[in-house]
């Protein structure tokens, strides 16, 4: 599996919205675990949320339920994180990933360590 790409990183003000997005390598009619995380300064990596590309099966954390919204559009091998009411608390390094061989039952925020194949992040600040 090639790196993925992630592009849409911005600075954005309290309340604000952005939308990453993160290209993959595949075949549109393939089934894709993919995940997009967060990392910030002095902290762990947060995966944030997941999504099983064939069946549309997708997971949160709890810090971003109501507020983000993972979607994927098959037929140009792309997952994208929709973030609305951003805060402060969101600003970080934001990374997609792949988890191979997952399939809908598997493809969670709770598996977060057989995520791999990692892209170069793309940075999103949100600011009062």
């Known amino acids: 599996q090639a790196p993925l790409v992630e592009s849409g990183g911005d600075s954005v003000q309290v309340g604000g919205s952005l939308r990453l997005s993160c290209a993959y390598s595949?075949?549109?009619?393939?089934?894709?675990?993919i995940g997009w995380f967060r990392q910030a300064p002095g902290m762990e990596r947060e995966a944030v949320a997941t999504t099983y590309t064939h069946t549309g099966t997708k997971t949160y954390a709890d810090s971003v339920k109501g507020r983000f919204t993972i979607s994927e559009d098959k037929s140009k091998t792309t997952v994208y994180l929709q973030m609305d009411a951003l805060k402060p608390d969101d600003t970080a390094t934001y990374y997609c990933?792949?988890?191979?061989?997952?399939?809908?039952?598997?493809?969670?925020?709770?598996?977060?360590?057989?995520?791999?194949?990692w892209g170069q992040g793309t940075q999103v600040t949100v600011s009062s």
């Open positions: 990933a792949t988890a191979p061989g997952k399939t809908r039952w598997g493809c969670a925020v709770e598996n977060a360590r057989d995520f791999g194949d």
């Open positions: 595949g075949s549109k009619y393939g089934g894709y675990c």
